[in-house]
């Protein structure tokens, strides 16, 4: 096992064992969790380092299903470390934070589990090299995520989890026929052995689905949507999903296949338009919040679209978008993820989240003051902040594009966070609110993470410009080449819009008291957005199969049974006659007298049950055709066969006598029609049966199966009892289909029977 | 059903049906029998209990839950392909291994574990469908 497996493994162990290591190691567990989070972060460094010069590392290849060509394939790529280390270092500080937003509510080993089985997969995401391997790993975090989501117990937050879910998942969809296709086109689903798509003819179609399939992951625009919903978790789940890890898999993915994709005009102006749009709307959008974490989802919904747009530029622009994508990919995580920390804290401590209910928190909580104060700056993008050098990058790539739309983009986005992260560190100054009075400081464990990050983001900010861009080499070549020196000119053109920006976006913050009530009368007046589509859409879907099940399930046994047996006879006696034709009727052998007394038993048997005028004779008959079979059986020498038969039949007989006494009394209920309909389907299925079973013994092929397992029975399965052997050994995937099957008719029948409304209630209790 | 012939008879035959059923298990791999025909064997005595003594005496007597079986059977079937797996097989590859004891040789294996698995499952089934099954008729006919 390699260090890349075991890093994958960590935090999948750490999931399994959680809901007795988190009580067993009471106060410990955060630390564990969060050495564990370090611990597979370290690993995939040690494995990105041991490969001699760039981050990358040697392959992790095991054979999964050769037959496909799918294979467990591994291999850390400078893009994949970066996210690597910052999906488990904000994992361990995400830990931290839980146990003290959690404090002594129960549900923690829960979200423990949960998070390490997220952050495992999303690891996974960011070292597979193999497309389907990458492709498992994304479901689990859209599976994951959905679970954390909807986390808390509440018919809300159970709707936005399958919001979630249900868009990222039918992404997810999409995606995997993408990635098939590339697979077929390049025939491998190695990601590191697969050349330029552009040529190709399944170019245009693998472009669409998987630009559509991270469009869905990372929340662009037209489904942007379902991730400010998605705020409705606890929290450490807000600021672990939404600040460095779920909804930057979709961006991920870009980047990691632009090599692949890119280098044309449809996909980078693509991404622009793409990004550009979710830019904006998400900029637009969060201006009307005053929920603290809707204000910060949508920021998040601008920043994934101007990483979008970010990697198409870097296709036409080159270098100095490539630089910018690194540094803001680096840098809005540790941002935003402070922030949400820090708006975690707010809500737990004066037990509101509305900006409009909160101010004067420096009086109360002023340890949590200093990183908001520092997380804020970063975010607007002040000197030396890394989110700083994110955005003259940004500005830069997207001045130098003829493009007019990035540039509208970029200012639109420069704006929106600059107003959002007034408006949430405003929350701060001012005169003490009634909420914010009451307000205490957070504990410690909750304001590790925000510190830590925010002096992350200034420290490595401030690294950078003193080394004159070489201390983040690598960050910035993680899309591209290393660019050169920026021109004066247009350095200064963007310091200038920054500045601009920012007096913008903080003066509106500042008015906002005055300018939002002119924004809220036209935000109303906006009726159809994409979740109404969506909604409108999820509604319909339920309607149609509400009528489909009226139609198809009506709910009755014997409609349901003509149904079946008249379809099986039709289907079936049309492939016997149409690929066989008619067996021979034609007896070889003189026919034994005690098997045509058994034959004769299971005919009346059948007739009789037929004609019976009370249920319980009718079983009864029905038993004799039953027994007649096993008789059979035996005489050809299959007694376990026979067995099982005979056990059946006394059962369903023991069953049937406790169902009749539910029934009410023998009624003939069908009309005359009815009843011809019904003998009608039953012959006709009988005849086709008989004729199959004739056609099976007659047709003689090259070499039964039955041979093999009567032979190697003894040698391979060790036992001489071959029904048993297929059973329990050459079979036994097939059996465990079948008992789990039996389990959950069981499970079935438990619900059918308590379940009715009557009885709710008493089961309830 | 309060049946004096039934109920001295269903006495006797308890433990027959029920080490008969073990005995089919057990020997199920070489001669007629198994896991899924001992499983049918024991859910026919708990069935024939139900009948006689009534559902809160097969429920005492059986001391287990029903549902419980099921997944105890499941899992016990998964262990039995996963014991294989953790040896480097395929899933569900059968591992025998041979036993010296007094009584002569003892031959045990993961299809036993697997065949158990069936074994529990089914009785699992069959005795919930019919508990279900009696308590619902207790509820209407009491």
Redesign the interface.
Known sequence: MTALDTAILIPFALALVAPWAVRFLGPLAPAVYALGALATGGLVLGAARSEGGGFWSADVVRTWHPGVGVEWALKVQPLGLTMALLITGIGAMIFLYAAGYFGKKPGLPRLYGLLAAFMGSMVGVVTADDAITLFIFWELTSVTSYLLIGFNPTERARNYAFQALWITGAGGLILLAGLVLMGLAAGTFRLSEMGSFADHPFYTAILVLVVLGCATKSAQFPFHFWLPNAMDAPTPVSAYLHSATMVKAGVFLLARLDPLLGGTALWSTTLQILGGTTLVVGSILALHHTDLMKLLAYTTVAALGALTMLIGLAGTEGPLAAKAFGYFLVAHALYKGALFMIAGAVDHEAKTRDVQLLSGLRRTMPATFVPAVLAGLAMIGFVPFLGFLAKEYKLASALSVAFPWTLIAALAGAIGSAFVAARVVGIFWGKPSEKAGAAHEAPPTMLVGPYLMSLLGLGLGAADLATGGAYLKGLAGILGPEPGTMPEALAMTALALSLASIVVGVAVAANWGRLQFAWQGFVARVKVGPERVHEAGIAGLRSLADRHTRIVQHGMLRHYFAQFFGVSAAVIGTMLLTRHGLPSFVSHTDPVPFEVTVALLAVIGAGAAVFSNSRLAAVAMLGISGFAVAAVYLFFGA??LA??QL??E??AV??F???F??LPRFRRLSSGGARIRDAAVSLGFGAVMTCVVLAVVQAHAPAPISTFHAEGSAPL?????V???I???FR??D??GE??V??L???G??AL??LTPEKEEKWSR | MESLILQAASRFMMPLFLSFSLFLLLRGHDLPGGGFIGGLVFSAAFALHALTFGLESARQTLRVEPKSLLGTGLALAILAGILAVVQGYDFLTGLWSTFQTPMGELKLGTPLLFDLGVFLVVIGTMTTIAFELFAEGEQWNP
């Open positions: 007694p376990d067995m099982t056990l059946v006394t059962l023991i069953l006598v406790l169902v006494r539910l399965a060790k036992g001489t009892n029904v048993n052997t059973l329990v050994d036994a995937l059996t465990f008992i789990t039996l389990a008719a069981a499970l029948v438990i029977l308590r």
